[in-house]
């Protein structure tokens, strides 16, 4: 689930597409988004990122019906 943002040398050894889901209201992590974001385009990886807004920690608690979809909708895409 969640930890720590990996730095640009562990960015560059990722190896699949991420799917990154992120509660609104968990500022601890999602502050971290934008530049890990920006550090997986760079490095040409590919990543999916959902911030649930108005969440707090849990998405996939309180947005249920919507987390599950982001999930299928991710793994229905071609790998690469």
């Known amino acids: 689930f969640y930890g720590r943002t ?3 040398d562990q960015v560059a ?3 699949a597409p991420l ?3 992120y509660a609104g209201l968990d500022t601890r992590l999602t502050e971290a988004v934008p530049g890990y974001k920006e550090a997986l385009d ?3 990886k590919k990543a999916t990122v ?3 807004d108005g969440v707090d ?3 996939h608690l309180w947005e249920r019906a919507r987390f599950i ?3 299928l ?3 229905a895409q071609p790998p690469g």
């Open 6 to 8: 990996p730095t640009a």
């Open 13 to 15: 050894s990722i190896k």
């Open 19 to 21: 799917l990154l889901n």
């Open 42 to 44: 760079k490095a040409g």
């Open 50 to 52: 959902y911030i649930y």
């Open 57 to 59: 920690h849990a998405p």
């Open 69 to 71: 979809q982001d999930v």
């Open 73 to 75: 909708d991710f793994v």
